[in-house]
């Protein structure tokens, strides 16, 4: 029995079962929330755009002045061989980078401390499940709460800061929504715990720029619009604006492109996947399985 | 030798050298940084404001929809138990509230974590070196960065998005500051990693209402200032006005009462500690010692 069936972790140069992976209760990645990763998906033995995921990984790595020790190839080589010895055709691979524990005694000075890098991965995450995807998700815009503000954490470096999306959640699994979109200060529409939020006006699509994760499934959809001949526009939605689309889906690594049918009690497309998203969705499962998107992964032999 | 003397934790039940508690990495407490804490300080072998310290926790758990199944009387043995078997006559605790890992496989509701509890001390930790302090902090307000409103993330459940104050952390290191502290979005003066802020002007001492932890520290000090005739107004503290402050001091359970002598390039109080803040560090720390306010911890004994 493979005990990494469950999924596994690369800590150190060493490949574990993922329920065995943890920090330290004092590492600043944990007390500080002080930590990035990103998340690339594994479909049908391949990595999707890993290139573009590790570049914006070391693009978060080097925005939070971390050094991690390892180059692209070393990031590389420690995802392949961990989900190479899962046996996992489809995964949800997480790579991170965290502050670490300070060594100085009583030192309250981020650039003491170890930084460290390690991954994790388990099998596919849906953020939503494909059951909800082929109905249309419903969403509630969170009301007790705003998303966090680019000028206090920055949206572009992908973050464990997910207390406003938690408040959201809950309002929203209280009311019996499938997930959570959060607003910000300007009333504009931002993005949902581990997606974008795409809108549709006739040919045109529509998705934040500012204030936002800059989404490798964000920038798939907008390349999958680009090929179909969309026109595109990244730029603030007021919700004012966000009411009056003719659809309205999400984007996440975890299932691709997510349709809506309805944001609190606004039915969108007839409460139902509207055309451009079930289009989309169709579309980002074929990229998936791209040749000049995909990197092949060579899995362990399993034991006789 | 006592394995425990550089710090504990307690895990379920177990107390085990601090450097061997870890959390998973699937844990939301790390993941989403979902996760509220509190940290009560030992002097001289006893807890100070203990059941202050507590109730403050129990009720960052209770508004973070958190059941750790355990109520006060068995938090307080933990501490003890933990506490006292370091043999630690100063020390820094922190008792933490994790949301814990989800069970349900794919589900992205909070409502189905297993949150659970754990708590972890080391030799007390002062957030500004007493050396610094006796001569007066520097503080730098950052600049690139606001605090997270409290309409984002609740600043009076204790928690670890320190994200903003990190970025801070970082401008005021590379500028040779001691710490930071963050402005608001309107431009008030807010809080900075660790600590509440205070300004005295006279007679009178101000710092902040909202978008601020209401720290056990902070309401001793109100407490202290109170029982020596002093006006207090616990309200929005625009930095036009802090320039205009006689002194300034800082707050925390990590060092009591931290004067500061100079905000960016603005000396206050002739770049030294205060009469005021002087006083009141003064008055902390024999307050720690007073008997109503402390609750004696019974050390284990050490082993021949």
């Known amino acids: 029995m493979n005990t990494l069936a469950q999924g596994a972790a690369w800590v150190g140069g060493r490949v574990l079962p993922v329920g065995d992976a943890a920090i330290p209760v004092t590492d600043w990645g944990l007390t500080h929330s002080d930590i990035t990763y990103d998340v690339v998906p594994v479909w049908n033995g391949g990595f999707f755009r890993l290139s573009d995921y590790i570049a914006r990984f070391e693009a978060s790595v080097a925005s939070a ?47 003491d401390c170890a930084n460290h890098f390690y991954a994790w ?121 966000f009411w009056n689309a003719d659809e309205v889906f999400l984007s996440s690594s975890g299932g691709g492109v997510l349709p809506v049918a309805r944001v609190d009690d606004r039915v969108f497309s007839n409460e139902a996947p509207g055309p451009v998203a079930t289009d989309l969705r169709k579309t980002y499962f074929e990229w998936l399985e791209r040749s000049d998107l995909r990197t092949e992964i060579t899995y362990a032999q399993p034991h006789a």
């Open 121 to 241: 991965c388990v099998p596919y995450v849906h953020v939503i499940t494909p059951e909800v995807a082929s109905k249309g998700a419903t969403v509630w815009i969170g009301k007790s709460v705003r998303r966090i503000p680019r000028d206090s954490v920055n949206p572009k470096v992908k973050n464990y800061h997910w207390g406003d999306f938690t408040s959201g959640l809950f309002e929203a699994k209280d009311q019996g929504y499938d997930t959570t979109m959060l607003l910000d200060h300007d009333g504009n529409v931002t993005e949902g715990p581990g997606f974008n939020v795409f809108a549709v006006f006739g040919n045109t699509l529509v998705t934040a720029d500012l204030g936002v994760l800059h989404g490798i499934t964000r920038q798939t959809v907008l390349d999958m619009a680009t090929s179909k001949g969309m026109t595109l526009e990244t730029r603030a939605l007021p919700l004012d604006e």
């Open 65 to 111: 002045r971390m050094d991690i020790g390892m180059d692209t190839l070393a990031i590389k080589d420690a995802l392949h061989s961990m989900v190479g010895a899962t046996q996992l055709k489809n995964s949800y691979v997480a790579m991170v980078a965290s502050r670490g524990r300070n060594p100085v005694p009583g030192s309250r000075d981020p650039r």
